[in-house]
């Protein structure tokens, strides 16, 4: 019987011991914000040669968190301006469109592509993502670390955060008008992110990869 309770003991205070370990790693690993972002394929405009080349950006929104994105068209803008094109607010005077619908904005989840909450090309763009999982699942001898162990984890857990955008680029240009389709996902990961603390580098990260096709 001793030995039978020597052992369990002996369990639980590894179980601490290995539930504390993950804790501090994650207090190293994901202190400082750690962010990712990708474009599911590789978009080449065709030489233009016009200065200044006109861009008619247009961005609307599927995602239920209208308040976050919406500092999103002037940070596009503003890069693309930065790049020497000049911004139309008419349509049919623009050489190239830049047309964005943000799918979603908020935390990850395994369930959001199987819900449909996301589809189309963001769908590609987020399986790019080094997204980094949540150690939020405690089985097993786990679970019988004590509290010690489980409030070290739960004090250190990690929440990623994701912006994901389907984007269509059009060149006017040419004699036949040549549209590319593409998505942009972004993610960031930190200790207990909250969406709102997210949404700012998400948006400067998304709007970076889609100004960079040009």
């Known amino acids: 019987m001793k030995r039978g309770l020597g052992k369990i003991g002996m369990g639980l205070v590894l179980a601490v011991a290995l539930m504390g370990c993950a804790a501090t790693e994650r207090v190293i690993d994901y202190s400082e914000m750690k962010t ?11 030489p233009l040669n ?7 950006v247009e961005v609307k929104h599927t995602t239920n968190r209208p308040d976050l994105v919406g500092g999103f068209q002037p940070v596009l803008v503003g890069m693309i301006q930065n790049k020497g094109y000049e911004i139309v607010s008419n349509p049919n005077q623009a050489d190239y469109m830049i047309q964005n619908n943000i799918r979603y904005i908020g935390e990850y ?5 199987q819900d449909g909450v996301i589809t189309g090309a963001a769908v590609g763009a987020l399986s790019g993502l080094a ?16 509290a010690l162990g489980l409030g ?5 857990r990690t929440k990623t955060c994701i912006i994901a955008i389907d984007v269509r680029i059009t060149e006017r240009t040419l004699a036949r008008p040549k549209v590319h389709d593409c998505g942009v996902a972004a993610s960031a990961t930190k200790i207990w992110l909250t ?9 400067q990260l998304a709007a970076q990869q889609i100004s960079g096709v040009f």
């Open 152 to 156: 070290a984890d739960i004090a250190t």
């Open 36 to 46: 990712d972002v990708r474009m599911d394929r590789s978009i080449f405009l065709e």
């Open 131 to 146: 997204i980094a999982r949540s150690a939020a699942g405690v089985a097993g001898g786990a679970l019988v670390g004590g």
């Open 195 to 203: 969406t709102e603390a997210a949404a700012p580098t998400l948006v």
């Open 50 to 56: 016009k200065y200044p080349k006109k861009v008619y």
């Open 109 to 113: 989840n395994d369930r959001i592509v």
